[in-house]
Structures are given as C-alpha cells and as structure tokens.
C-alpha cells in the first residue's frame, strides 16, 4: 500500500526559497517512479520534477536550476525550490508509481499513469 502526503507549502516572496516534503509509505522492495506536479488556478496540471529509483532526474524546463528533487530513506521525497517566481504558484502534489518489478520515470515521465496521489500543499509566491 502507498500513501503519500506533502507538507512544506506557504506563502513566500519571489526570490525565496521553500523545500516540499512528500512522506511516503512504499514497500521497502521493488521499483519507483515519484513526481511533483502542480496545478494554478484556471490551469492544467503540470509536471514539475521526478525522480525513480534508479536515481534519474527530470525537470520541466521552466524550473531546471532553481528546483531540486531527491529522495532520503525516511522515506520521503522533497522538492527544494531556489528563486521562486510568482508563476510558481499553484497546489504542489507529490504522486507515485510503483511496482514490484521494474518501473522507471523515462524521458516522459508526466505521461505515466501514477496510481498514487497525495492530497497538495499549496505554494503562493508574490511578487
């Protein structure tokens, strides 16, 4: 059974900083793809970051060299985010895809079908 859960959203001025923390209840075997989305009001949901249990990283264009994603052994996933821009904003959702065999992110990993969803953490950047 996963569960996930964020935390770690507020409200901040552009050029800040905020790390998002994503608690997450995986079996200790097997193989992941996790992802941060996001989603502003009036806007589709976007993918923001990801990361699989192989270690490979992907970043949306409009956050390569301010966000960061990496995981502990909590276990949890986090989202380190430098320079936020007031486009930023939105509800940050953590979502997972796991599987007892093998699963990787891939170059598209936005398209997967990620089974699990957290329930947001909302991050409002003012400028």
């Given at each position: 059974?996963?569960?996930?859960a ?45 990361l699989?249990t ?65 329930q ?8």
């Amino acid at each position: 059974q996963v569960q996930l859960a964020e935390s770690g959203g507020g409200s901040v001025q552009e050029g800040e900083s905020l790390k998002l923390t994503c608690a997450a209840s995986v079996p200790p075997y097997g193989s992941w793809c996790m992802a941060w989305f996001r989603q502003a009001p009036g806007k589709e949901r976007e993918g923001v970051a990801s990361l699989d249990t192989s270690g490979y990283t992907t970043y949306a264009k409009s956050v390569e060299g301010r966000f960061t994603i990496h995981h502990d052994n909590a276990p949890a996933l986090y989202l380190q985010m430098n320079s936020l821009k007031p486009e930023d904003g939105g509800m940050y959702y953590c979502a997972a895809l796991w599987s007892q065999y093998f699963v990787s992110c891939g170059d598209n990993p936005y398209a997967l079908s990620f089974e699990h969803w957290g329930q947001g953490t909302q991050v409002t950047v003012s400028s």
